[in-house]
């Protein structure tokens, strides 16, 4: 079966940190984009980071740059998010997704119509 899992997400107070992990099941990311995006209740999903997993390249939107940090591990097909300092209003479900072919992370938010493989979704929720 071909699926992306999300894992690590949960309740966290603000400042602390939490790591999510999205593992490619039945296939490989092939040198695909894979983007995090997240929806908060009553908004749209909003794509907040990505990497090409060929050449590393990375970009993070403004809300997340400096505490969050995206990151591969090839032997494992998974892609990472550290998230540090986090605030209340990082609370939302977190989605993992693989690009479409030929499509590049680059410097800009990612989209949600360049990714056509998706996770399940892990909650963050940041509160005291």
């Known amino acids: 079966q071909v699926q992306l899992v999300e894992s690590g997400g949960g309740l966290v107070q603000p400042g602390g940190s939490l790591r999510l992990s999205c593992t490619a099941s039945?296939?490989?990311?092939?040198?695909?984009?894979v983007g995090w995006f997240r929806q908060a209740p009553g908004q749209e999903r909003e794509g907040i980071s990505c990497i090409n997993t060929d050449d590393d390249t990375t970009y993070y939107v403004d809300a997340v740059k400096g505490r969050f940090t995206i990151s591969r591990d090839d032997a494992s097909d998974t892609v990472y998010l550290q998230m540090n300092s986090l605030k209340p209003e990082d609370t939302a479900v977190y989605y993992c997704?693989?690009?479409?072919?030929?499509?590049?992370?680059?410097?800009?938010?990612?989209?949600?119509?360049?990714?056509?493989?998706w996770g399940q979704g892990t909650r963050v929720t940041v509160s005291s």
């Open positions: 997704a693989r690009a479409a072919a030929f499509r590049r992370c680059v410097a800009r938010p990612p989209v949600t119509s360049d990714y056509n493989t």
């Open positions: 039945g296939f490989t990311f092939n040198y695909r984009a």
